[in-house]
């Protein structure tokens, strides 16, 4: 009698672990299987919240193209900038950038992260503007504005290739 007892748990105990690793098994086919409608669902919804930033954009805004946008404007630093938006106006990220030049969008931006941000008038010509600048930075700020202006006039250089011309250069007369 004991024997068949024995084997009696033994097969129960057997069913019950192989209906165990079953159910594992068909839980992974079936997370598997919804890991495709994650990913459709993980597009659609990148997809409406950019649609809702296209709809809180100027309805004004006209799309420019990006390469003769960043072709015509100077940097920064070479424009003229208000100090802060006006108290009287409305509330930075209510209101929207001034206009669709490149400076009034990364003004606006840089205002909506902080909008206690402080921007420096700079009214004189290029190097007095400059030397302001590097007064009021700290070293680390002016090393990476310095890096940034040489990538700057790389990229102005690259877009504007001078013409190779070839200067001749007179022969002195040799001694013979």
Same mark, same amino acid.
Request: net charge positive.
């Given at each position: 009698?004991?024997?068949?007892?024995?084997? +009696? +748990?033994?097969?129960?105990?057997?069913?019950?672990?192989?209906?165990?690793?079953?159910?594992?098994?068909?839980?992974?086919?079936?997370?598997?299987?919804? @890991?495709?409608?994650?990913?459709?669902?993980?597009?659609?919804?990148?997809?409406?919240?950019?649609?809702?930033?296209?709809?809180?954009?100027? @309805?004004?805004?006209?799309?420019?193209?990006?390469?003769?946008?960043?072709?015509?404007?100077?940097?920064?630093?070479?424009?003229?900038?208000?100090?802060?938006?006006?108290?009287?106006?409305?509330?930075?990220?209510?209101?929207?950038?001034?206009?669709?030049?490149?400076?009034?969008?990364?003004?606006?931006?840089?205002?909506?992260?902080?909008?206690?941000?402080?921007?420096?008038?700079?009214?004189?010509?290029?190097?007095?503007?400059?030397?302001?600048?590097?007064?009021?930075?700290?070293? +680390?700020?002016?090393?990476?504005?310095? @890096?940034?202006?040489?990538?700057?006039?790389?990229?102005?250089?690259?877009?504007?290739?001078?013409?190779?011309?070839?200067?001749?250069?007179?022969?002195?007369?040799?001694?013979?």
């Amino acid at each position: 009698r004991s024997l068949f007892g024995r084997k +009696a +748990a033994f097969s129960a105990l057997s069913i019950l672990v192989a209906l165990l690793i079953v159910g594992q098994a068909v839980t992974v086919y079936f997370v598997y299987q919804q @890991s495709g409608q994650i990913n459709k669902l993980t597009k659609t919804s990148q997809t409406l919240q950019l649609q809702a930033l296209q709809k809180k954009m100027p @309805s004004n805004a006209k799309p420019v193209n990006k390469m003769r946008m960043a072709m015509v404007n100077m940097p920064l630093a070479m424009r003229d900038l208000p100090l802060s938006p006006s108290s009287d106006r409305m509330p930075v990220n209510i209101m929207g950038p001034v206009s669709n030049k490149t400076e009034d969008q990364v003004k606006h931006l840089l205002l909506q992260a902080d909008p206690q941000k402080m921007f420096p008038e700079l009214k004189d010509n290029l190097m007095d503007n400059l030397k302001r600048l590097k007064k009021s930075m700290t070293d +680390a700020d002016w090393k990476s504005f310095e @890096s940034w202006m040489h990538k700057w006039l790389l990229f102005e250089l690259a877009k504007n290739p001078q013409k190779n011309e070839k200067k001749v250069i007179p022969a002195e007369k040799g001694i013979a």
